[in-house]
């Protein structure tokens, strides 16, 4: 069973907190248009930490 | 400061990665990037194989992102956890026997100052803590006694994880580990205080848990590094592994040491003072 972390578009608020926090690069971009985070789930390794760090719960790991 | 360097072979533009690509286009290579621009440029760190939840390989992307120069800058690397991590790092950086990083980076860094008398080129040590404090305690102490303009920067996850969690100097007393079953018994090494009294310039003791003031300090020691006199940044990484803790808890362990033996410390010397009061880089 593989996990992968999944962000919910409502709820992020483009923090970036993440981002700062994810231990794998360019596994979470930015996008300044939407003012929203993306995550490259070929390149989480599902740590969680985002998860955790998030301050609006707006991240969650989902099966692949 | 030029992106000349990272610029593409035409005849190898339809060959490479998309990547590799990425990298030249939209990499940090003005140095001007700091941590909180991370999301928007290609990192200079690929897919590395740390594993989940690594705070060593969490405080490498942050450092890779706060190079002031990261085109002319050359990393000096040694064996340990970190050493798995520079192969995919896309800029100059030597790998060195376990130990000799500091002896290593300075022979680097005087025959850069001889190559390039106008250029300026960074060399920035970045090692664990059982190659920093235990073997190669005699080079990183006497390299700050010689005044080697470098930067030191040590991942401290305060036991050797490479290869299964012996203790090493920077393990705090007590502290058990899969190799070190009876507990330390000894109190972890104070390389911060010694750092301040052989030579270093600037010395600042801090955690993964503020990745903004960890890429402020580190681009601060690294611009001190190339003017004024040796630097050292000590950074506690957790590791999971080793401490059998999710993943997830690793960044809280990290803010819980900021409580005790991790308070943010930093030491800023007289000539140090003076210039970054200079150039106006108080920050
Ligand atoms: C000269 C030499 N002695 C011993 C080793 C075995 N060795 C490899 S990694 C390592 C420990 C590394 O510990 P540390 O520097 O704290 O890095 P970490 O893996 O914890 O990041 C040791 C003892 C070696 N590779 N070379
Ligand atoms: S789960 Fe871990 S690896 Fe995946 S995006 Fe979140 S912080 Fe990054
Ligand atoms: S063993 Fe520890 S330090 Fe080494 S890669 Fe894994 S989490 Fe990182
Ligand atoms: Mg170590």
Known sequence: MYFKAKVDKEKCNGCKICILSCPEPNAIKFDPSSKKIEIYESRCKACKICVVICPKQAIELEEK | MSKRITEMCPALNDAMPTEYRELVENGPWLGDKTVKDLGTFKELLEEHPLCAGCNLALSLKIILSSLPNPADTIIVGSTGCSSLGFMQVGIHNIHSLFGNQNAVATGVKRVLSMRFPDKKKDVVVMAGDGATADIGLDMTIHSWFRGEKITTIMFDNELYANTGGQESGMTPAGRVAYMAPLGKKFPKINLFEIAKTSGCHYAVLLTTANTVRLGACVKKAILLARDVGPTYVQIH???????????????????????????????????????????????
């Open chain 2, 237 to 283: 990484t957790p590791c999971p592994t080793n401490l059998k803790i999710p993943p997830e808890e690793s960044i809280k362990v990290a803010k819980d040491s900021e409580k005790e033996r991790y308070a943010f410390n930093e030491y800023v010397s007289e000539a140090a003072k003076s210039f970054l009061e200079n150039t106006g880089n108080k920050k």
